[in-house]
Structures are given as structure tokens and as C-alpha cells.
Nanobody, 125 residues
């Protein structure tokens, strides 16, 4: 069974940066698409970014485009999210997701089969 473990969340001030990491344990699948989603208090979970199996294609939500960068280490089955110029509206629980079926994934949760437990990001003004 695939386990995804996020780390790197925390409480930061607006304008600063954080780097989230997602480590995949017991990885038995060929590297497929992976992504980041987030859920703010009282809101539904929303798409943040996705990356294809080789790391050559990425897609971002409009709200994070130009500030966040998704990347992956294929050898070590690790996913990253570099978050710069953080804003209070970025406050949320951030979830790592992995697809068991798609090399390239879109911005919908249905593409993804495995989820991490989430890591909290709080951005204060």
C-alpha cells in the first residue's frame, strides 16, 4: 500500500516562503502523475498544482501561478511544493496526491488515487 507523508508546513508571515515535501513509502507503482491540493477552513478541497510522471509538464491553479513551483525527484519518489510570496489566503491544509492510473493528470481530484494526511500552512499578515 502506498503511503504519502507530507512535511514542511508551518506558521509564517505573509511574503515569506515555505517548501512542502511529500515522501512516498512502499512505492510499488511506476511513477505517475502527482499533485498538491489544499483545503481552507470551511471550504472544499481545491487544486493547487500537478506534475506529470517525468516532471516535464506542470499545471497550476491561477491563484498560485508564478508563486508556487511543483517538482519531483523520481528516483526517491519525493514530491515538492516551493511556495513563495505567501499570502494569508494561502492558509490551508495542504495534501499530496498520487495517481495510480495516469501519467498526466488534470486539476481534478478524480485523477488521484492516494492521498497524504495533510500538513498545515498558516500565513499571517
Amino acid at each position: 500500500q502506498v503511503h504519502l507523508v507530507e512535511s514542511g508546513g508551518g506558521w509564517v508571515q505573509a511574503g515569506t516562503s515555505l517548501r512542502l515535501t511529500c515522501a512516498a513509502s512502499e512505492w510499488t507503482f511506476r511513477p505517475n502523475a502527482m499533485g498538491w491540493f489544499r483545503q481552507a477552513a470551511g471550504k472544499t478541497r481545491e487544486f493547487v498544482a500537478t506534475i506529470n510522471w517525468s516532471g516535464t509538464n506542470t499545471e497550476y491553479a491561477a491563484s498560485v501561478e508564478g508563486r508556487f513551483t511543483i517538482s519531483r525527484d523520481i528516483t526517491n519518489h519525493t514530491l515538492y511544493l516551493q511556495m513563495n510570496s505567501l499570502k494569508p489566503e494561502d492558509t490551508a491544509v495542504y495534501y499530496c496526491a498520487a495517481s495510480a492510473r495516469f501519467y498526466n493528470a488534470g486539476d481534478h481530484e478524480l485523477y488521484f488515487d492516494h492521498w497524504g494526511q495533510g500538513t498545515h500552512v498558516i500565513v499571517s499578515q
